[in-house]
């Protein structure tokens, strides 16, 4: 561990009083392993990105593969890169036939900035619906439709023309209408502590969106690539956005982010401004090559289908007296200890005793569990039983 009294001369900037801290020397499979050997089971996979592990075989052999041909090319959009084309052509046949036009970048922030301005610009509308206790990302735009003021706070003035409703209440969706250029929603708010949409409040913005020539933006940003046992979460839900966003595994433990929508829709953007909407590194080749090799060992080795199995496992272990409530789907679940102290202590006692959990932006009050897919029935019993004692000692 990191001695926090050196942290204050780091060269590093801090994104918080106390970080981690974890001094991380390799890592495999569910495992990372910091500098003086120590061992942690990985219950958070870098939040949500490492969905098949560290260090999967396929993944980083693509990555050596394409190493031998180039890193940087040119700005994206304007050279054919066969590893973007590649990667876009499978994410857009496992997606609706309306979402065929992929645009990458570098984020799930960034992929939200673009997906606003295209709705914006498609739309030739300003105003957007979003939601409370929603989280984007950092950048002005997806900061303005994050639903947390604390969080905005010392930031502003951001976005004109935003607005938030309440998750879940149908009656949020009154809020649109014909000045509405776009409705962001996650289908599971991840960072309010794993809150799940109801399939009716996410057909009610679907069919209000529709009425009103909307476009409806869903953030899978932490949901997708078999999280909750699906490729994508909205997909078990009958309900078809005009933009998706992608980011975390999208690229497979490599930086990548992107915008999805039918070509039509994104056809906007190549022309008055030519150039209106660019990125130097979007889609970096390394990265579509990372992901592409992640998508498709996701698909061909099976492992959306352990996932329920593996949720099921959790929630049957997970049965300390502290525990007041298991929220979530799939492998993105939240343990509710209803007390921040106490979930702070419990953090920290997983730690020491070799396992990596945290909590919630929105929610500090709940450990997250989003382990690689890949994790065993035996890691899983093996994960719970660390829980177990560290909830033992911090009580
Ligand atoms: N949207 C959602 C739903 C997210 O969970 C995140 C990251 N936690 C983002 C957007 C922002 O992604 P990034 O950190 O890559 O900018």
Redesign the pocket.
């Known amino acids: 561990m990191v001695n926090f009294g050196q942290m204050a001369t780091s060269p590093l900037a801090p994104t918080s009083p106390k970080p981690i801290g974890l001094d991380i020397l390799d890592a495999e499979g569910i495992y990372l392993r910091d500098r003086n050997n120590k061992q942690y089971i990985d219950l958070i996979s870098g939040?949500a990105v490492n969905n098949l592990g560290h260090r999967h075989p396929s993944i980083i052999q693509a990555l050596k593969d394409h190493l031998d041909h180039y890193l940087h090319a040119m700005v994206y959009g304007e050279f054919v890169q066969e590893k973007q084309l590649a990667f876009a052509k499978l994410l857009t046949e496992h997606l609706a036939s309306s979402l065929n036009n992929v645009y990458f970048t570098n984020?799930?922030?960034e992929a939200?900035e673009g997906a606003l301005k295209l709705a914006k610009k498609y739309t030739r509308r300003t105003e957007i619906l979003a939601f409370e206790k929603a989280?984007?990302?950092?950048t002005h735009g997806?900061l303005s439709v994050t639903g947390n003021d604390a969080l905005k706070s010392g930031f502003g003035p951001l976005l004109p023309g935003v607005f938030h409703g309440v998750f879940n209440e149908e009656v949020s969706a009154e809020l649109i209408n014909h000045n509405t250029a776009a409705v962001i929603v996650?289908v599971i708010q991840?960072?309010a502590g794993v809150r799940n949409a109801t399939p009716s409040f996410l057909k009610r913005l679907r069919e209000r969106c529709t009425a009103f020539g909307a476009l409806l933006i869903i953030?899978e940003?932490?949901t997708a690539f078999g999280r909750t046992g699906h490729l994508y979460a909205h997909q078990s839900y009958d309900v078809i956005p005009d933009i998706l966003?992608l980011?975390?595994a999208l690229g497979g433990g490599m930086p990548l982010?992107a915008f999805i929508a039918s070509g039509q829709v994104m056809n906007v953007l190549s022309h008055d401004p030519a150039l209106g909407h660019i990125t130097t590194f979007g889609g970096h080749p390394l990265s579509c090559a990372a992901g592409l090799a992640h998508m498709q060992a996701l698909i061909s080795e099976g492992w959306m289908d352990t996932v329920a199995e593996k949720e099921k496992r959790f929630r049957e272990n997970l049965s300390h007296p502290l525990i007041k409530e298991i929220r979530g789907s799939g492998l993105m679940l939240a343990v509710e200890l209803g007390n921040t102290a106490l979930r702070e202590k419990a953090c920290d006692q997983a730690l020491k005793n070799g396992l990596l959990t945290d909590w919630f932006l929105f929610c500090d009050t709940a450990l997250r569990i989003a382990p690689p897919l890949t994790i065993t029935l035996e890691q899983i019993d093996q994960a719970c039983a660390i829980i177990d004692k560290s909830l033992n000692e911090a009580e």
């Open positions: 939040i984020s799930g922030s939200v989280y984007h990302g950092s997806a996650e991840g960072e953030d940003s932490q966003v980011a975390k982010g």
